[in-house]
């Protein structure tokens, strides 16, 4: 968090360079209030209302507007910390509780999901970095992982359109398996726990994950939270090897003429918290706070990010990524569903 906050400090150099990021992070934070309130009203997903919000105010985001340098500090800064606590509800304990067999199979889960996101992407003419952000973001935690992967791969001109086609393709998936993933279950004659072992380890993000989860019931909803966090402690892990594969390969971006650190500070963060949550060093009440401190800014960096992404650049992604990411859920869901019956 040390890390973090330097850079946060060097960034805004005191309230003279904070006041032009104002309005852009208003309206920012504008966009991300209305998303929510239509979500508890109408029960959509608040990070998907939020990223159509967002696109259906990209004129905001055009060079001179007073609003555009506060929404890009928003999608990069605000992003970054919303990822970093997020480290608060980690911890050992919570990873040991559900047992070897069930965290190895979510591990690998991951893991071989992203492999196949590498392979399948050849067959859609999708680059490298378009399936390691669509398979890490399919893998892990759906829009928190594919903001925090955004951040660590290499820019190009299409980095901004492929981020936000991830998170909307991405959460839309998530909902619809929200409906479908706790009937399959029942096809399936699974109990309570593999219920809750194959809705966390599938589903992409985690609201989705506890409203399956508990439409089964108590223990299958609390065990698919469990399974769906071990997959977020992933995230730092799977980020830490994306950077240094990029590091080895020459590509990583220069910054002010150096190199980025191996390990951003954002990732610094959310495993200082997560060491600290391990020790019992954070109050559940401070846990709990930083869980939802972590779920506004990043639900306010993904309305940042929409509003910064032109609406018919989205049109330019295509069927083929699509269906890489259908082919992502459907391999995932797989592989879930094969392993449980084999350690069952």
């Given at each position: 968090m040390t890390s973090l906050a330097a850079r946060l400090s060097t960034r805004l150099g005191g309230g003279d360079a904070l006041r032009p990021m104002f309005p852009g992070f208003a309206v920012s934070v504008l966009v991300a209030v209305t998303a929510q309130f239509l979500s508890d009203r109408?029960?959509?997903?608040?990070?998907?209302?939020?990223?159509?919000?967002?696109?259906?105010?990209n004129f905001l985001a055009d060079e001179g507007t007073r609003t555009a340098p506060g929404i890009g500090f928003t999608a990069r800064t605000v992003l970054r910390l919303g990822v970093a606590l997020l480290g608060a509800r980690i911890s050992v304990e919570m990873l040991a509780a559900l047992g070897g067999p069930a965290i190895a199979l979510v591990v690998a889960g991951v893991i071989l999901?992203?492999?196949?996101?590498?392979?399948?992407?050849?067959?859609?003419?999708?680059?490298?970095?378009?399936a390691l952000l669509t398979g890490g973001s399919v893998a892990i935690c759906g829009a928190s992982a594919a903001m925090a992967i955004a951040a660590v791969l290499p820019r190009h001109e299409k980095s901004e359109r492929d981020l936000v086609f991830t998170v909307l393709c991405v959460t839309v998936l998530s909902t619809v398996a929200m409906i479908l993933y706790p009937m399959l279950a029942q096809l399936f004659q699974f109990g309570a726990r593999d219920s809750g072992v194959f809705l966390g380890g599938t589903i992409h993000d985690v609201a989705q994950v506890v409203g399956a989860g508990f439409s089964i019931g108590p223990e299958a909803g609390e065990t698919a939270t469990l399974v769906k966090l071990i997959r977020v402690s992933m995230l730092a892990p799977v980020v830490l090897c994306f950077s240094l594969v990029i590091r080895q390969k020459g590509l990583a971006e220069l910054s002010e003429g150096r190199r980025p650190p191996l390990l951003p500070g954002f990732v610094v963060g959310f495993l200082v918290l997560a060491a600290l949550n391990s020790l019992g060093l954070i109050p559940q009440v401070l846990a709990d706070g930083a869980g939802a401190l972590s779920r506004w800014a990043l639900l306010i960096a993904i309305a940042a990010v929409g509003i910064k992404t032109s609406l018919k650049r989205m049109f330019e992604v295509g069927p083929g990524a699509i269906a890489l990411m259908v082919a992502e859920t459907v391999f995932l869901g797989v592989f879930i569903v094969s392993g449980l019956h084999w350690i069952a």
């Open positions: 109408y029960g959509a997903p608040a990070m998907l209302l939020a990223l159509l919000l967002g696109l259906a105010l999901t992203i492999g196949f996101a590498l392979i399948a992407s050849r067959f859609v003419g999708r680059s490298w970095r378009f």
